[in-house]
């Protein structure tokens, strides 16, 4: 079984261009989830996704931050237009059913530079 | 505000000691505390896992201690090996919710 893949792996890119960064969760898993690892600090949580529909996106940290996931499979993270402090790890995780002990899987991460 | 701290950042240890690794949250709804195990480019993988309602739970040589009182718990590795070098993250999840919330992660190498 496939796990959690994220594309790209590594995006260098200037201030003020855009990014999409993709993930693809576990098939039949309903909840993905978005998370950050700024340098060195720890992995905070963006949003949470249920099937197509977003659950909570208490952790976006501002309106340049756009996610989707249509169809309710993969799910977009655009940022537009990025900005240094947009820099760190990008998780993607998915997990089958809510709460109890469910358990999130992990991607690898997308490691985005912004220069 | 960091409602999971973790400490150390970094720990080095050599092949054979116990590794320790401590988390204290302030969140008394939180009710579901993973460890996660991080390999450079890899994504976080589930460790060991428990719930409150449990002091100490192990699995193999890795140990969760649980102190509800105290809010804390902390990761034990047994007989750590160089294999186990990565950085690990403590995590805690209530559930009413679905995120996780991770503490700052800890660095372990494990000298040979």
């Known amino acids: 079984e496939a796990g959690v893949t994220q594309f790209p792996s590594h995006s260098v890119i200037e201030k003020g261009q855009t990014v999409t960064l993709r993930c693809d969760p576990i098939?039949?898993?309903?909840?993905l989830y978005w998370y950050r690892r700024v340098m060195g600090k720890e992995i905070k949580f963006l949003l949470h996704?249920?099937?197509?529909?977003?659950?909570?996106e208490s952790g976006m940290p501002n309106n340049r931050f756009l996610a989707e996931r249509t169809g309710g499979t993969y799910s977009t993270l655009k940022v537009q237009p990025a900005e240094l402090e947009d820099s760190g790890v990008y998780f993607c995780?998915?997990?089958?059913?809510?709460?109890?002990?469910?358990?999130?899987?992990f991607g690898q991460g997308t490691r985005l530079t912004v220069v | 505000q960091q409602q999971v701290k973790q400490s150390p950042q970094s720990l080095i240890v050599q092949k054979g000691g116990i590794s320790i690794i401590n988390c204290a949250y302030e969140n008394t709804a939180f009710d579901y505390f993973p460890w996660y195990q991080q390999f450079p480019g890899k994504g976080p993988a589930l460790l060991i896992a428990i719930r409150p309602d449990v002091s100490e739970k192990k699995e193999g040589r890795f140990t969760i201690s649980f102190n509800k009182s105290a809010k804390q718990f902390s990761l034990h590795i047994m007989d750590s090996q160089p294999g186990d070098s990565a950085t690990y993250f403590c995590?805690?999840?209530?559930?009413?919710?679905?995120?996780?919330?991770f503490g700052g992660g800890t660095r372990l190498m494990v000298k040979p």
């Open positions: 995780a998915s997990s089958q059913d809510k709460g109890g002990n469910t358990e999130a899987f």
């Open positions: 995590a805690a999840r209530n559930n009413a919710g679905n995120m996780l919330t």
């Open positions: 098939s039949g898993h309903d909840n």
């Open positions: 996704f249920v099937k197509e529909s977003k659950q909570d």
